[in-house]
């Protein structure tokens, strides 16, 4: 399924869950825009690897399903940057972390536990992400050599795993119109699969993606 397919399947399903819950939940169903800053890295034990940034920007939807607990799907944009230590092919002096920009979607299905509610909740549940490739911020690293291999160029991991799964929890508070989160989503699948295939320096590389979210819903 491409991308746009994709997005647009995912916008009728949000629909549709919405127009259930207002048959049966309408004492309490929202719409939401939400938008964060993310910190993102991938737990690697083949890279070395920094935290960068990011951000994310969506659609959510929020309804009362039974007793304390409600349910939120969501559908979310996201860019984020990597940094991965690489030297320059050229001269093995001229070191330095390259960024990577990895960018895409993800739908997201979470129960929510209100532990006062409409103000304050813990989320939790599964996500899952479809990303295109893991680019080279910059096409003067792409010979870089990364760190720990002697033929491995940057350019040559940027086809990392396309569909992965990830889960979420985290902590909800503010407003019945309006909240802030913070939120942290680890990848469970190994997002360097990709790379096993292509007859690099080496086969079996294994990443996992690791992301805190910051971010505010508003609520219409």
Do not use: W
Request: with cysteine.
């Amino acid at each position: 399924m491409c991308l746009k397919n994709f997005i647009f399947v995912t916008l009728i399903l949000l629909f549709i869950q919405n127009s259930f819950s207002q048959r049966n939940f309408d004492h309490y169903n929202r719409l939401g825009l939400t938008a964060g800053f993310s910190l993102y890295d991938i737990i690697t034990s083949d890279f070395n690897t920094k935290q960068s940034n990011g951000f994310t920007a969506g659609f959510t939807t929020r309804g009362a399903f039974r007793n304390n607990f409600d349910l939120i799907y969501g559908l979310d944009f996201f860019s984020n940057t990597i940094e991965i230590f690489g030297r320059d092919a050229n001269n093995s002096l001229e070191t330095q972390f390259i960024d990577y920009k990895l960018q895409g979607v993800q739908i997201k299905f979470l129960g929510s536990y209100n532990i006062i509610k409409h103000h304050l909740s813990l989320e939790f549940g599964p996500v899952l992400n479809v990303s295109g490739k893991m680019k080279v911020n910059s096409s003067q690293f792409e010979e870089y050599i990364l760190d720990g291999y002697n033929t491995l160029k940057a350019s040559n991991i940027e086809k990392v795993s396309p569909v992965n799964f990830h889960v979420m929890g985290g902590i909800t508070g503010g407003l019945e119109s309006f909240r802030l989160s913070a939120k942290y989503q680890y990848g469970v699948t190994n997002m360097f699969n990709g790379l096993n295939d292509d007859g690099l320096e080496k086969d079996n590389f294994k990443g996992n993606s690791s992301t805190i979210i910051f971010a505010l819903v508003v609520y219409f």
